[in-house]
């Protein structure tokens, strides 16, 4: 098999991408583990841990077993492991989550109107 130079192209934009999408990720779960005084490792490492192992989470589910069903299972999956890796409980996960997607639509929102373009196809 032979990979052409526009493949070995388009595979790094999907890379890059990839990693801009997991900081914009981190930096809203890490504003919304702050709201949770005793929630732990809430240093930018370990929330960019977590993000990736969310990502690669819903990555794996929505590529074996794609639907509805795999999505849930995967968001319990992601909750447990909010829960577990930052002591906040399972639902302290749910509202983490629900806070992260709040902040992420708002400032999708203010930057959208101010750079007059749609940040939400972002998410």
Same mark, same amino acid.
């Given at each position: ?62 590529? /074996?077993?794609?639907? $509805? =069903?795999?999505? &849930? *299972? #995967?968001? @319990? %999956?992601?909750? +447990? ?8 409980? /399972?639902?302290?996960? $749910? =509202?983490?989550? &629900? *806070? #992260?997607? @709040? %902040?992420?639509? +708002? ?12 940040? $939400?196809?972002?998410?």
């Amino acid at each position: 098999m032979i990979i052409k130079l526009a493949d070995i192209g388009a595979i790094m934009i999907e890379l890059i991408l990839y990693l801009i999408a997991l900081l914009i990720i981190t930096i809203f779960m890490k504003i919304a583990l702050g709201f949770f005084s005793k929630a732990k490792h809430t240093e930018f490492g370990q929330v960019f841990l977590t993000t990736f192992l969310m990502i690669l989470i819903l990555f794996l589910f929505d590529w /074996f077993w794609p639907g $509805i =069903l795999g999505l &849930i *299972i #995967a968001l @319990i %999956l992601i909750w +447990v492991l909010i829960s577990a890796r930052h002591h906040t409980g /399972f639902l302290g996960a $749910i =509202l983490i989550t &629900i *806070i #992260a997607i @709040i %902040l992420y639509i +708002v400032v999708a929102i203010i930057l959208g109107m101010l750079l007059d373009v749609s940040l $939400i196809i972002l998410f």
